[in-house]
């Protein structure tokens, strides 16, 4: 098998890898297989037998009665053998089961970590429906090739092996005429393959297509309810159904090209050997019984080559599987633990600096930070304004290192972040992103997410800090009440608010709230701002805003235009400036009291 080159092992080195612990189990059922098959010879050789043995009778060259123990010898071998193989196929059919459902298990945990380790780029990279074809369709490919198609190939040639040496030994020139025909099949297969597997990846890209779509219009339903979009998205998955069952028809139709052939060529085994084998017997070359053997076996040479374009199918399918499973299980995140990162179990002090910070994503054209520079004192509340698009949310992904700078050092406590542990890093940051996810499950949960072993008392402690204890007692079960996929169920602001008890739970050195309060009232606000400024833990807490009355607090306001800090300073400093934040007090306490 050819190296895939694009990762350190081939498929079949790959797919040893995850039978560990089934190894011996995989060989032992390869060569159950081959028994089996082999055992496809025994009817066909005692029929031989037996026919001489009758015919030696008739002839009178051997008297019944004398033989009559070789008679049921044969009798009785030929059906214990039969039973004998009936037992083989049974126990190898179990034994494949278990080796390729062992390797699924495996391949899956493994992905499933793989993608759980993954940074903010692979998500960016990969589609969430495309990702799912991968562990569950690609991966039963996978699971099919060695349940299946691999026992197939081996079925396949030692059925045809052990035929063509059994009719060698029974007469080398009618075996020669039957088994040259077989590299005429290994062409035509070959062809078939190269015409095939493309398509195959083909039929495989249409089907993440469609899962994808299927994915995005099932949890976007309320979008699409919105815009009163049903019939133009069951049209658009009508098409993509349609085109992936068309790409289905046209790959099974390529072997409706070559199977006329491989078909004609099988169908003419029996043709030969009826005018040679003929011939045979009566120039007395072989003997009927001979001849029996030939025919009763040439099945054995004739099946494999039908199945040949059936299993190539099978095969190309499992390829292209097999490379988008493989893709995934030897990515590596790049960012990851450096090897001497330091271990930093205990709590930080929480200060967070910016030192000279550039960054531009990689897939984009502008830099999207530019040469930003700022401190945050432990315990200090830093706001972030800046209109939208200016790179905010940007900024405040550095800081657990969800993306790392192109130029310049973000430290906390002192030290790059890229220098600590991961976990311990990420551990300390308290993060309400500006997109509100939660989880299908009970409040309780959700708020208790990043610690589990919070008591039901701190649990209502946060959700007091965030103003959340109100509404949530308001419902039928309290903190029992289950959210569903993505909060479904709750307003836009009691997310928010449950994504800002879930931060604050963990107790972070550092609270990192992306516009977490842009969809609460003026009122509900004031308390989390209440509620944030004595919390009953140290913490730094940098907060993206678009409210003056949420960046007025503040020790520190960071105005942020077109990625760079234009204006920095505090409320009363910024205004007196009379700067871009100045401009925007007087714009909003101008609206405010127009609608006061
Ligand atoms: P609002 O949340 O709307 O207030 O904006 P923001 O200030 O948080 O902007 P953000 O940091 O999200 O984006 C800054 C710029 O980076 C914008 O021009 C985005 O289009 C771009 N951007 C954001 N995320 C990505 C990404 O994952 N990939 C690429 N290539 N660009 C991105
Ligand atoms: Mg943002």
């Known amino acids: 098998m050819k190296r895939n080159r694009k990762y350190p092992k081939s498929r079949f080195g790959w797919l040893w890898e995850n039978m560990e612990g089934k190894r011996v189990l995989f060989i032992i059922a390869l060569f159950g297989t081959a028994l089996y098959n082999i055992l496809q010879i025994v009817v066909p050789h005692f029929s ?22 070789t008679f049921y010898r044969l009798i009785g071998l030929m059906v214990g053998l039969t039973l004998f193989r009936v037992v083989v196929v049974y126990l190898d059919c179990m034994a494949y089961e278990r080796v390729s459902q062992s390797a699924l298990y495996r391949i899956r945990n493994y992905l499933y970590n793989k993608i759980q380790r993954q940074d903010m780029k692979f998500y960016s990279q990969y589609r969430t429906g495309d990702l799912m074809t991968r562990v569950t369709g690609d991966l ?52 078939f393959r190269k015409m ?35 019939e133009y998205e069951k049209e658009h998955f009508d098409k993509t159904n349609q085109a992936y069952r068309d790409t289905n028809i046209k790959t099974q139709k390529v072997w409706l090209k070559f199977f006329p052939f491989v078909d004609s060529i099988a169908n003419a085994l029996p043709v030969i050997l009826l005018l040679v084998g003929g011939m045979f017997i ?49 990515s590596e995140p790049e960012i990851v633990d450096r090897p001497d990162a330091i271990s930093h179990p205990e709590r930080f002090e929480g200060r967070v600096e910016f030192d000279h910070v550039s960054f531009q994503y990689e897939d984009g054209k502008l830099p999207v930070l530019k040469d930003v520079s700022f401190v945050a004192e432990p315990g200090e509340t830093i706001a972030i304004i800046g209109e939208t698009g200016c790179g905010k949310t940007s900024l405040i992904q550095m800081i657990p290192r969800f993306y790392e700078a192109n130029s310049g050092r ?12 991961l976990t311990d890093l990420r551990k300390n940051i308290g993060l309400a992103t500006q997109d509100v996810l939660l989880y299908s499950d009970t409040i309780e949960g959700n708020i208790a997410y990043g610690d589990s072993r919070l008591t039901q008392e701190q649990i209502e402690k946060y959700a007091k ?86 960046t007025k607090f503040a020790d520190k306001i960071l105005v942020l235009k077109d990625g760079e800090i234009i204006e920095s300073g505090n409320h009363r400093e910024l205004v007196s400036a009379g700067g871009y934040y100045a401009d925007l007090v007087k714009l909003q306490l101008g609206e405010s009291v127009v609608s006061a």
């Open 48 to 69: 031989r037998q037996l026919v001489d043995l009758f015919n030696q009778v008739q002839r009178g060259e051997l008297v019944m009665s004398e033989n009559e123990g």
């Open 140 to 191: 039963d490919a996978v699971r099919h090739n060695i349940a299946w198609v691999i026992r197939c190939i081996v079925e396949s040639i030692t059925l045809f092996l052990s035929a063509a040496v059994y009719f060698f030994t029974i007469n080398v020139k009618l075996a020669l005429c039957i088994v040259t025909i077989a590299p005429l099949i290994f062409f035509i297969v070959f062809r």
């Open 410 to 421: 973000v430290l906390v406590d002192g030290l790059e972040v890229e220098k600590y542990k």
């Open 465 to 550: 800090y965030s103003a959340a204890s109100d509404f949530i007692q308001r419902m039928p079960e309290g903190y029992e009440t289950i959210v569903g996929e993505r909060g479904v169920g709750l307003s836009g602001g009691q997310k928010q608010r449950i994504s800002l008890a879930r931060a604050l739970a963990i107790r972070p050195s550092i609270l990192i709230l992306d516009d977490t309060t842009s969809a609460v009232d003026m009122e509900t606000e004031k308390q989390i701002q209440h509620s944030l400024r004595n919390l009953d833990f140290p913490c730094t807490k940098i907060i993206i805003a678009q409210r003056i009355s949420t």
């Open 282 to 330: 009566i120039n007395g070359e072989i003997s009927v019984g001979d001849y029996v053997a030939f025919s009763l076996l040439i099945w054995a040479i004739a099946n494999p080559m039908r199945m040949m374009g059936n299993i190539m199918n099978e095969f190309q399918r499992f390829a292209a599987a097999s490379n988008k499973v493989m893709e995934i299980y030897y």
């Open 196 to 230: 095939v597997a493309p398509m195959h990846a083909n039929l495989r890209e249409r089907l993440a297509g469609m899962n994808t779509d299927a994915q995005e219009n099932i949890s976007g339903n309320r979008v699409v309810r919105a815009f009163a979009r049903e």
